[in-house]
């Protein structure tokens, strides 16, 4: 395929905080001396007792340990509200977008401070303590961000669950976390539909050994619930009866924040913990870099609070850089398909971070949708979650961002923190589809399946070789799993999972999982090259490609295509999308097998899951693993039901 480049704009090389000779020249800085480097990035944030080690990090097998900043305290909610104060306390900090258009509110950090402290007294009132863990099962309303916040500030960790969650799966997070105690709404309110949230936690509570103790229900919608006795307590009964002031507790920088379970692509859900100074260093290090946050911006990140993205670039990042964040309760397609560009209008976004899934399902409604929006304020755009196809990506700079706004393809993972590659707006020129180069104090590298470091332009397996403030600690209960997740595979490195191409202009490209990768003939190839020729077909809305058994290649391509709405399937587009593929890659890369498939099974966070698929394909779907973070179990039934017949 011909490789497009975009230059860095000359409004953005001007005014970015980085240009491409800076960034080399901090870059080659954070590599040389990581504890100078960090040493002045922690000032970034305002510590308590100032740290005096920076980084004390072993990849030792057996003796996997990860400690920043360690003998420096500060406390989270301090650096993301009360040190903002003096100078923003009438400052918009959080605005927020309801689910239905009438309804919006902007919160500023003042009034943000008083709702921290009073979610935090509730929270002490019903005895958690520093090391407590809390489960959070809320919709994207002010009061997720203010029990979060609350938690950092008394030193109990959060836990939060993605309010899509069924009973069962918020029980086994509750369980595996030990939290006595669960936050909630009555109701939540998602595209005009309510999502039963308390009768959810009603359902989770005997399926949890030892039951919860507490549960604190946020009345989000008014819907008929049932309180009970000596468990559950209405929030605002709870917040009348206490103080508007809280005082931050003194934490250690490796306390923990939280942990959080990642999203389930490729197996069991793994409880992830993250600690305090590095990881609210990391995040806003990155926030202000690569979304070149600047004072007064208006910035919008569309992920959900149940995931990292929503940890860390809702909240944490643009809280502890006094930014502007916009936070919203709906759907992109609610009321209408133009959702996402009318809020950007209503609320004067300039700087917009959203998902390939939602791209990709946008892209599907036609051109007339965005363009009948004004979208005049948006300087920058951003993907994260999967690899983003290059005709995804094109269809974004230049529908919705009238190719005037450069995107950022953001790689990182539940693990990381916070972004490890991505461009940066103002210094990096841009290749669809390649989340390009390393943030500060990041080493990537390309080893193959022995583990020996590749040089130069090669494909193989991503790990990264240092630690970086951001980083994981371990897993929630089970270091064991921690080592041999990350650590186990390639001595004295840290793991992604993912597979990676770098390029001649040392440009990383993900291809996606290594589990997924495919060996045609000897071949072996990534699913996202295969699905981005796919998807460049006009008439393909969404592909996913996994391998099967072959007799005679090995593996063969075995690929589920969505169409556009509107398109027929039939015998004569399959011979056709084999020939497109074909003429995109090469013959290796042909499909053997085309099924056409109405929805693809997906996590709730929106990424594919090609382990079901694969499993599908092997002929294998009695056994599919664990399926509980599925969005819709019913799309993999209508899969087996018609899958294609190998012989
Ligand atoms: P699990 O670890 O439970 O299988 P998951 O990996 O989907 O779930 P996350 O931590 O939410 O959980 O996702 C991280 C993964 O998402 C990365 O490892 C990568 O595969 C993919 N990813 C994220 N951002 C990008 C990106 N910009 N380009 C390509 N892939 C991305
Ligand atoms: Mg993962």
Not at 438 to 444: A, L
Not at 541 to 551: K, Q, R
Request: net charge neutral; with cysteine.
């Amino acid at each position: 395929m011909t490789e497009m480049i975009y230059d860095v704009p000359a409004s953005w090389a001007k005014k970015a905080y980085l240009n491409d000779a800076k960034y080399k020249k901090m870059y080659a800085a954070s590599i040389k001396d990581p504890d100078k480097f960090w040493g002045e990035q922690g000032k970034r944030i305002d510590w308590f007792k100032p740290y005096s080690k920076v980084r004390n990090a072993s990849y030792k097998p057996g003796k996997v340990s990860i400690k920043w900043y360690e003998d420096g305290t500060t406390n989270v909610a301090y650096n993301c509200v009360d040190r903002h104060l003096p100078t923003r306390a009438k400052q918009t900090a959080i605005i927020w977008e309801g689910d239905d258009p009438s309804e919006s509110k902007k919160i500023t950090y003042g009034q943000l401070y008083t709702e921290v402290c009073k979610f935090a007294n509730v929270l002490k009132a019903k005895g958690v303590k520093k090391g407590d863990r809390v489960t959070i099962y809320l919709p994207m309303i002010p009061e997720a961000a203010y029990a979060m916040l609350a938690c950092a500030r008394i030193g109990a960790m959060h836990s939060v669950v993605f309010g899509g969650f069924s009973p069962d799966s918020l029980a086994s997070r509750i369980e595996d976390s030990d939290s006595k105690i669960v936050i909630t709404a009555d109701e939540g309110l998602r595209g005009g539909r309510s999502v039963p949230l308390k009768k959810n936690v009603d359902a989770a509570d005997p399926k949890v050994k030892g039951g919860i103790e507490t549960v604190i229900v946020v009345k989000r919608t008014g819907g008929n619930v049932t309180m009970q006795d000596g468990r559950d307590v209405w929030y605002h009964d709870e917040a009348a009866k206490v103080s508007g002031h809280c005082p931050p507790v003194e934490v250690k920088a490796e306390d923990p924040l939280f942990l959080l379970y990642t999203s389930g692509s490729t197996g069991k859900p793994k409880g992830v913990l993250h600690t305090t100074g590095g990881y609210l260093v990391y995040a806003s290090m990155t926030h202000q870099y690569v979304f070149d946050y600047h004072d007064g911006d208006i910035y919008w990140c569309t992920a959900d609070v149940g995931w990292v993205t929503g940890h860390s670039y809702i909240l944490y990042g643009p809280l502890a850089n006094g930014a502007t964040t916009l936070m919203f309760e709906g759907i992109p397609t609610y009321p209408t398909i133009s959702r996402f560009w009318e809020v950007i209008d209503k609320h004067k976004v300039n700087i917009f971070y959203t998902a390939p899934t939602a791209i990709r399902s946008l892209m599907g409604a036609g051109e007339e949708a965005v363009t009948k929006t004004k979208r005049k304020s948006l300087r920058l755009l951003g993907s994260v979650g999967e690899p983003i196809n290059p005709e995804a990506w094109e269809w974004y700079h230049r529908v919705v961002g009238e190719r005037r706004c450069p995107i950022v393809d953001t790689w990182w993972q539940t693990e990381t923190g916070g972004i490890l590659i991505s461009p940066l707006p103002g210094a990096t020129k841009l290749k669809p589809g390649s989340a390009t180069r390393p943030f500060f104090g990041i080493r990537p590298e390309i080893v193959d399946a022995e583990g020996k470091v590749l040089e130069g332009a090669v494909e193989g397996n991503l790990v990264i070789s240092e630690s970086w403030p951001g980083q994981m600690r371990t897993v929630y209960g089970d270091h064991k799993r921690f080592e041999e997740t990350y650590f186990a595979t390639y001595p004295n490195k840290y793991f992604t999972g993912d597979g990676c191409r770098r390029d001649a202009d040392g440009y990383y490209w993900i291809t996606g999982r290594v589990d997924d990768v495919i060996n045609v003939s000897g071949h072996r190839m990534g699913t996202a090259e295969v699905e981005s020729a796919l998807v460049a077909h006009p008439k393909v809305s969404e592909a996913a490609v996994v391998g099967y058994p072959h007799d005679i290649k090995g593996q063969g391509i075995y690929a589920y295509v969505t169409l556009m709405a509107g398109e027929n399937p039939s015998a004569d587009l399959k011979k056709e999308l084999v020939t497109y593929v074909r003429n995109e890659i090469g013959p290796i890369a042909s499909p053997d097998l085309i099924q056409f498939a109405p929805g693809l099974p997906k996590t709730r966070s929106g990424k594919i899951m090609r382990r079901i698929l694969r499993k599908i394909a092997e002929d294998e779907f009695g056994a599919l693993g664990d399926t509980s973070t599925l969005a819709d179990p019913a799309v993999v039934d209508d899969l087996v039901a018609n899958r294609q017949n190998k012989r």
